[in-house]
């Protein structure tokens, strides 16, 4: 699995680094990863969720 | 008063023979061989007509008062009796009851929306439709290469796919849940359930100079702006959402309409049409081609309608419906059956309930534009029958008619003088709507009568009456008043989005999803639970069922729920555990309220129904019979629909699939 490098602004990284010592995490990458994929994970859920909602919604019995 | 059939003239009919079959003897009295292998083979004819919401009170008093004459006719020749239902009396559950000869533990199908247990969100029922899972981006475009799919949801086998296997042929018109249809080689077409191109139950546009006058989060429609410069509008049509495109964009087609300076008449220019529309009147049916990628789009059929020039430009255009000379999605089999249909007939409705009535809701139709965008429908209904008639040799014919239906949800506020929404000026044009309807299902059944031969046996059926829809229960308000449901914030009137947003679900024990389904929120189950399966949610359930039936409106002093069903006491089958706990059977003149299904919890626990949507059939089942109609005596009393399964596996001689739990209605 190939890795990509992001930037990302240095206070910002030391404050990620200083909560994952904190969460537990054994390093900044594995939090940084987790947060996104849970981050990612909501978005992609409340697309789908708006579709749903429109598609729902031609039904005359709701509103 | 009918009479139960003679053996001798069961015989006669062609029926007899196959009715002993099935009670194990391989021969009929005439020497007939009952089980035949392919179509030439069996003589047996039957039709069933399915006209959807048909209510036995109102077809008997009209029977009565002589304005029915078809059915009185067919009556007389046989059998009118009412058409016990579904719990709950839903189109796609009651249909389904019928489709797989099982109540809804045996099919699934338990209300229009289920949900998801890891989320709480809303979910269609019938029908899943799943993505390409494996995909390429090339710069902004995303290339499927895998196929998505559409999955009907429906469990259990069709009556139809069984009559296959036994070498019957059948013709299966727009039978409501059997999107997309399952497989078979018999002719079939789906109805209600089939989406728009959009994917929904079905979205109208509407361009308008005027669009602070229409509710901007309606349901069932997309309200755009536009502006008349230099007697021209320029817009965008809006399609479907291109999932070739990294931000799944809809897809767009712009057009322009040019409007006659002096007189009341405007042009249409869209892709290669050019048309003409005086104001008030219909395009007939359009084809637009969606393009998502050069090499990939979509054909989609729609009616326009030029509603006003001007002071107000305003133009209305039908849901985007699949067409079915070339299907986006599958809507029949085999697939060539669409196309001979649109080859004879031209472009058709194919959405599941064509008629627009979220239009007609939300003002954007009026009753008598309704009224003609629904005559379109009964009137291709007419004739496509007809077709099907001329070619109809044997097996079995079943068509669906929609209007009945559509037409009582609309216009029993103007039929009924206690109803909310009751306006004297518009049900001096408009009362008499519902009754006009049961005459034209009357004239339709007359035409039928008039082509069949006596040997046809003839089903006339309904899938639930009718009734009142006065007030509205908000049921996740009652939950939460019961302290059976929590918000996050106890000191929050109301939740108005759909979802369950700001339900605490740490302290919620049960909620309401769907039209009348109330779930216990398990362990185990649902992502967030928090009762004990077993033991503690049965007593829960039955605590709450009777709290339920004991509420009453202190509006009316009535009870709001005539029957709150526990579903172990009314399903079997193999989907049962899947089932709510509970299923509200409302009393007379009550629903639940329109936000309540998607999972919003109101300030009010009841409200008046002040809409269009004024009549319907959400009520406990005793009170909502369908009808059911037949050319020969009916020995049953008391028949449900999937009784009619069973009749027509026993009609053709076929040993009943073990799964199905009717009996047939001629069986002595």
């Known amino acids: 699995m190939g890795n990509e490098k992001i930037k990302i602004d240095k206070a910002l990284v030391d404050k990620l680094r200083k909560l994952a010592e904190l969460s537990g995490y054994s390093s900044v990458e594995e939090f940084v ?29 709701i509103s | 008063m009918s009479h139960p059939i003679s053996r001798r003239d069961f015989m006669k009919a062609g029926l007899g023979a196959a009715s002993l079959f099935a009670f194990g003897s391989p021969r009929g009295a005439a020497g007939t061989p009952l089980r035949v292998p392919g179509r030439a083979a069996t003589r047996l004819k039957v039709i069933v007509l399915g006209f959807d919401g048909m209510d036995p009170k109102m ?8 304005k029915l004459p078809a059915f009185e006719r067919l009556r007389s020749m046989g059998a009118f009796r009412p058409l016990a239902t579904s719990v709950p009396p839903q189109s796609p559950v009651a249909w389904s009851n019928f489709i797989a000869g099982t109540n809804p533990g045996g099919h699934a199908i338990f209300d229009f929306i289920h949900r998801d247990t890891k989320t709480y969100f809303p979910t269609f029922s019938a029908s899943a439709t799943e993505e390409a899972t494996k995909t390429i ?25 069984v009559l296959e296997e036994h070498g019957i042929p059948a013709t299966i018109f ?26 929904s139950y079905g979205t109208f546009q509407y361009f308008t100079t005027e669009p602070q006058e229409i509710h901007e989060d309606i349901g069932g429609g997309q309200v755009h702006q536009v502006y008349v410069i230099n007697n021209r509008v320029e817009a965008k049509f809006p399609g479907p959402i291109n999932s070739f495109k990294k931000d799944r964009p809809p897809v767009e087609i712009d057009f322009k309409v040019y409007l006659d300076p002096q007189n009341a008449v405007a042009k249409v220019v869209i892709q290669d049409h050019e048309f003409i529309l005086r104001e008030k009147e219909w ?62 007939f031209g472009p058709f409705f194919t959405k599941g309930l064509p008629a627009d009535t979220s239009a007609l809701d939300n003002g954007v139709l009026d009753d008598g534009e309704f009224l003609e965008q629904d005559a379109f429908v009964f009137e291709e209904s007419r004739a496509m029958l007809d077709y099907e008639l001329d070619r109809f040799d044997s097996g079995l014919l079943f068509y669906y008619i929609s209007s009945t239906d559509q037409r009582q949800h609309m216009f029993w506020r103007l039929l009924d003088e206690n109803h909310p929404a009751y306006d004297a000026a518009s049900a001096k044009t408009y009362g008499g709507v519902i009754e006009r309807t049961y005459k034209e299902a009357d004239a339709l059944l007359d035409h039928v009568l008039g082509r069949i031969d006596k040997d046809t046996l003839l089903l006339v059926m309904s899938d639930h009456g009718f009734n009142p829809y006065y007030r509205s229960l908000n049921l996740n308000t009652w939950l939460r008043r019961s302290g059976y449901l929590h918000l996050t914030n106890d000191f929050k009137q109301e939740d108005l989005d759909i979802g369950f947003p700001s339900t605490d679900w740490s302290r919620t024990k049960a909620y309401g999803v769907g039209l009348n389904s109330l779930y216990i929120n398990q362990k185990g189950r649902e992502a967030q639970g928090t009762v004990e399966p077993g033991a503690e949610t049965d007593a829960l359930a039955r605590e709450i069922a009777r709290k339920l039936e004991d509420f009453t409106d202190p509006k009316t002093g009535e009870r709001v729920v005539f029957r709150a069903y526990v579903a172990k006491d009314v399903y079997t089958g193999a989907h049962s555990g899947e089932a709510p706990e509970i299923i509200l059977g409302f009393n007379r003149g009550y629903r639940i309220s329109f936000s309540s299904p998607l999972g919003r919890v109101p300030r009010e626990i ?6 269009k949507w004024s009549g319907d059939h959400m009520g406990a089942a005793e009170i909502l019979p369908g009808i059911l109609f037949a050319n020969r005596a009916v020995a049953a009393e008391n028949p449900a629909l999937y009784d009619l399964t069973a009749t027509i596996m026993a009609v053709f001689g076929i040993d009943k699939p073990k799964e199905m739990i009717g009996t047939s209605i001629f069986k002595e």
Request: charged share 25%; with cysteine.
């Open chain 1, 33 to 61: 990863t987790h947060v996104l994929e849970r981050e990612v994970a909501k978005i992609e859920e409340a697309g789908s969720e708006e579709e749903i909602k429109k598609k729902l919604k031609g039904l005359g019995y």
């Open chain 2, 283 to 344: 395009s007939g049916w359009k084809r637009l081609r969606f393009s998502y990628i050069p090499t990939q789009s979509a054909s989609g059929i729609c009616m326009f309608y030029l509603k006003e020039v001007r002071p107000h430009f305003r133009l209305y255009v039908s849901p985007i419906n699949i067409d079915p000379a070339d299907a986006a999605l599958p809507i029949a089999t085999p697939e060539s059956y669409a196309v001979e249909l649109e080859r004879k």
């Open chain 2, 174 to 199: 727009k039978i409501p849940a059997n999107y997309p249809p399952v497989p078979t080689k018999q002719r079939t077409i789906s109805g209600l359930g089939t989406p728009d191109i959009l994917g």
């Open chain 2, 137 to 161: 981006r090339i710069g902004n475009t995303i290339f499927p290469l895998n196929g998505g799919k559409v999955r009907n949801l429906r469990q259990g086998r069709a009556f139809w796919q």
């Open chain 2, 59 to 66: 077809t008997g008093r009209w029977i009565q008062e002589g």
């Open chain 2, 606 to 611: 009841l409200e008046d129904n002040s809409s």
